[in-house]
Structures are given as C-alpha cells and as structure tokens.
C-alpha cells in the first residue's frame, strides 16, 4: 500500500491533467487507496480490472514494441525471484534461519556423542575398567582411550602426554597406578591358576573385567574413538560458529540470557521477529506448553519457566524466587528481542544495560537494595547505543571509501590495459609507414644512379651523409673490392710460368 516514487512519476506523466473524471483501474485495492491518497485519482479494483488485466498480461509482448514472449517470460521470473528475496530475507547478514539450523544440529550432536562415548566406555571398560571413575568427562575418555591403547604398554614414558591430555597431573598419576594394579591382571591370574581359583573364577556369569584384548579389537577401539574426537571438535567449531552468528543476529540477547538459550528460543519461536510479537507471559513458558496444558487439564498449577530455566539467573535464585525471577527475565527478553529484530544496526548495550537490571533484581531479593528505575538505565543506555551506532556507522563509511578506491583503481588499470594494445598499434602502423617510405628513396636512388659506370660513386660535396639510410653496397663496388685478390693470383701465375721457361731453356 506504499506509493513508489516510479509510480508516482508514470502516473503523472500518463495521466491527463484534469483527473475528476478518470477512473484508474488498480488490481491490489491497497495500491489503490494509496494512488486515490496521493495523487486524488479515482480508482477501481476486481471486476472487470482483474479481467483486464489478464488480457493485457496475455497479450503484452504483442502491446509493447521490441518485446518477445521469450524476454516477457524472462522478465517476470527475474520480477518473482526478487520480490521472494525481497520477502524473505531483508538483510544477508542477519538471517537467523542459520542460528534455528546451528542449534538444531548442536542439539543432536551432544546427544550423538553422549551414545558413542557410552559405547567406547562399555566397550573399552572390558580392558580398562578403572578409567571410567577417574576420567568422568566423555570426550576426553574417548581421548585417553586413544592415547592408552593397550594398558600393558603404558608406562612412565607416556605420563607427560596424559598430562596433556587430562590437564592434571595428579589425574594422569592415577590412571597409570590404575594401568598397573588393574582387576585384568587379577582376573587373568584367577582365570589361569590352580584348582584352588576355580570357585571364585565360576562365581562370574560374564567375563571378568579387566581381561586382556586383541590388537584388532583395540584397533576397533581406537578407530571409533577417533570418531568420536573429530565429532567433539566439530561440536566445539560448531559453537564458535552460533556465537558469532548470535552476536551479528541478536547481540542485546545472546548478552542478557547467552547466546545457546537465546538460540532455543528463537529456534522454538520459529525466527526474531515471531520471538519479538511474543508477549514476556509467552515467552516465559516457552518451551513448556504439554506441561502448561497438562496443568490447565487437570486444573493443577501451571510451569513457571520454560526454556529460560537454563538461564543462570533462575539456577543462582532461591526457590521461592525462582517464578518472580523468570518472569521478570521473561520481560526484559522479550525487550531485547524486539530491540534486536527492528533496530538498524544491533549493539549489545541495551542487553548489557538489561543484564544488570536483573543483576541488580536478583541483589533486592536476596539483600533487599532497592535497584535502579527502568528509565534511568534506559537513557544510559540510548546515549551509549548512539555512540556505538555513530562509531559503527563512521567505520562503515571508510570501508565505503576504501571500496570505491579499490574499484576506481581497478577500473583505471583495466582501462590502461585496454589502451596498451591502441598503442602498440598505432606505433607498429607509424613504423611500417617509414620503412615504406624509405624503402621508395632507396628505388629512387638506385634509379637515378648509372648503371654502367664500375667506379665508385663520389662522396657528396658536403661529406655528410643522410643519418638514419644504410645503403647496400652496389654491384661495381663490390667488384672494385674483390680485384686486389685476383691481382695477387696473377702475379703468382706470371711466376710460375717464368721458373718453367727458365728450367726448359736450363
């Protein structure tokens, strides 16, 4: 229902000057009251309109000169693909269908890595069951799991890598005191000793834990294990990545309640800008609704919390509290969701600001401080966020600056390119033109040149010749120059005939 200026332009220009009575026919009726608004032109919707313009959008490319029904189809998919861009996404980089995928695939991996590491623990329990009491922590079983590998083979020389691995000296202490005096060594000696054993080896059912293992068994072991690693440290990338996505996306939010419960909420709420219709009452139950309506079923009491249980707030109140708590965080998030989805350019200063305040709620009820009024910490913090968005904004326009720089010189550089080669042309054309026109000197002067005379052409009266014309040796010259040779042929003839004569007279 918005007046486009395009439109506006169009309208005046097609239209005719007076508009009383010209009726426009506007298939959106919106558009309508907004034309009928700005401009005071008549408008009519549905109808005949509607059938109208079918006929004109069937009939277009023949109405309109130069258009094909090809480049029409073109045209309107280009149009469909832009207004669905336009409707979906408003801004690249605050899409929060990634934050609902990140924390959806967060939440199925920590339940993947809890089932694997319990089967690395039952299935490595076998060999080393002491392991499990003193590495409680999944993930870095799985890696002292690895690490150990066959418990006979670890000894003094492997204490500084479990140091590593465990960050506890006294822990990896432990574990190879527990390696060496493990229920596997008793186990194999009851198993294989004397007759007075059997009894206490036949009380056991199952194997007996502790017993020694194969190498490709441990060789499974260890291949799962390292499986299991490469799916912790992908979780922990994983984390990094909703972080950052929550500190660009809802930075007030992921400040005040964190950045993986403010992920659930906007996952359960389906994206930010559902989260910031919600009211707090809603907000505050999220994620507790078979629980509310069990309650309102059977009339007993409905859930306090929700989703922002897992908030540290709730845990840190005690639990008479623990409603009045979640309730008035339930506010201040739905206060900085909808800070987060309609302000131009998110900061985390109003979150901070929101942090405090329910810091400060949480020291009157345990101390009974009166906090600070919600006005007071609001102007704080509107004159903290104009400096932050003026320092944001200043950033922006020097990346700008620095954009259209490197553009402009791009742009001069592929210009220069394409003049290099004009150049080079121009050139090579002015170079052939010279060689030409020597080329017809030298003719002419061979021309004007005797061509019986054998003498060598006199130097000019001013014995300075034309620079820059290096002319071959004519055929006299080189004649001139080849007869001292022959002379000394002859002579050496002459000689010869005369020691004949003078030995045929002897």
Not at 194 to 204: D, I, K, L, Q
Not at 221 to 250: H, N, P
Not at 356 to 383: C, D, H, I, S
């Amino acid at each position: 229902g918005v007046l486009h200026e395009d439109l506006r332009l169009l309208l005046d220009t097609a239209l005719p000057p007076k508009r009383k009575k010209v009726v426009l026919g506007v298939g959106d009726a919106k558009m309508g009251a907004a034309v009928l608004e700005e401009l005071g032109v008549q408008c009519q919707t549905g109808g005949v309109v509607a059938e109208l313009m079918r006929g004109i959008r069937l009939h277009f490319p023949a109405l309109v000169r130069g258009l094909t029904a090809q480049s029409a189809a073109k045209a309107q998919l280009g149009l469909g693909h832009s207004y669905s861009r336009a409707k979906v996404k408003f801004n690249v980089h605050r899409v929060d269908n990634m934050i609902i995928q990140s924390i959806s695939l967060l939440d199925q991996l920590d339940k993947d890595i809890n089932t694997f590491s319990m089967r690395v623990r039952s299935w490595y329990g076998y060999h080393f069951p002491e392991l499990i009491k003193i590495v409680p922590e999944n993930s870095m079983y799985c890696r002292v799991a690895k690490f150990i590998g066959n418990r006979r083979e670890l000894s003094e020389e492997s204490l500084e890598g479990l140091e590593e691995i465990v960050m506890d000296s006294a822990k990896a202490q432990a574990i190879l005191e527990a390696s060496r005096s493990s229920m596997g060594e008793r186990g194999s000696e009851g198993g294989s000793g004397g007759p007075g054993h059997v009894g206490s080896a036949s009380t056991h059912p199952v194997p007996p834990p502790g017993m020694d293992i194969s190498p490709l068994d441990l060789i499974n072991i260890e291949s799962f294990s390292r499986r299991v690693i490469s799916l912790s440290d992908y979780r922990k990338g994983l984390q990094e990545y909703l972080r950052s996505k929550m500190s660009q996306v809802a930075p007030s939010l992921s400040a005040l309640i964190g950045e993986v419960v403010g992920a659930r909420l906007i996952s359960h709420a389906g994206s930010l800008t559902n989260l910031a219709k919600y009211p707090a009452s809603t907000v505050q139950i999220l994620g507790a609704e078979k629980a509310l309506f069990r309650a309102l079923k059977t009339r007993g009491n409905t859930p306090k919390y929700g989703l922002i249980f897992h908030s540290t707030f709730i845990g840190r109140a005690a639990a008479k509290n623990k409603g009045r708590i979640s309730r008035y965080l339930a506010n201040k998030c739905t206060i900085a969701s909808r800070i987060d989805c309609f302000s131009e350019v998110p900061t985390s200063v109003f979150g901070d600001k929101l942090r405090e305040q329910v810091e400060e709620r949480l020291a009157f009820y345990e101390t009974g401080e009166p906090p600070r009024k919600n006005l007071e910490v609001m102007k704080e913090a509107v004159v903290e966020a104009n400096e932050v968005v003026a320092e944001v904004k200043r950033r922006q326009e020097k990346k700008e600056k620095k954009r259209k720089k490197r553009e402009k010189r791009r742009l001069e550089a592929l210009a220069a390119a394409a003049e290099e080669p004009a150049a080079e042309n121009s050139v090579i054309e002015t170079e052939e033109n010279d060689v030409g026109a020597k080329k017809k000197k030298k003719k002419k002067k061979q021309q004007q040149q005797p061509e019986e005379s054998e003498v060598e052409p006199e130097p000019e009266e001013n014995g300075v010749e034309d620079e820059g014309e290096e002319e071959p040796l004519p055929k006299k010259k080189r004649k001139v120059m080849v007869e001292p040779e022959q002379e000394e042929e002859e002579e050496k003839k002459k000689k010869k005939k005369k020691k004949k004569k003078a030995v045929a007279q002897d």
